[in-house]
Nanobody, 120 residues
């Protein structure tokens, strides 16, 4: 198992920037992909960005060109740099960590979430 812990959320005006961090502890040698998801008020959780252990990235169309995901494998940490924030980016942001085991396959672990609020 791993325990992801997010940090870096907060309140910002539209056009501003925030950087989220998520540090994983536990069975970190099994970490494969890492990612960020978000849940806007009254809506379902949605993908924001993912990054593989090799560094390949994937973004939701709504954040392409504004958000950048990166990771530091030595620190078992994934980051989300968010620029040009919009009010519609307001959500609880969750870190997701994928572990892969040869016999049982992939297992996914969630952080507790961090609130991002963007005001107009």
């Amino acid at each position: 198992q791993v325990q992801p812990v997010e940090s870096g959320g907060g309140s910002v005006q539209a056009g501003g920037s925030l950087r989220l961090s998520c540090a994983a502890s536990g069975s970190t040698s099994r970490i494969n992909a890492m990612g960020w998801y978000r849940q806007p008020p009254g809506k379902q959780r949605e993908l924001v960005a993912t990054i593989s252990d090799g560094g390949s990235t994937n973004y939701a169309d709504s954040v392409k060109g504004r958000f950048t995901i990166s990771r530091d494998n030595a620190k078992n940490t994934v980051y989300l740099q968010m620029n040009s924030l919009k009010p519609e980016d307001t959500a609880v942001y969750y870190c997701n960590v994928q572990l892969h085991y040869l016999l049982t396959g992939s297992h996914y672990y969630w952080g507790q979430g961090t609130q991002v609020t963007v005001s107009a």
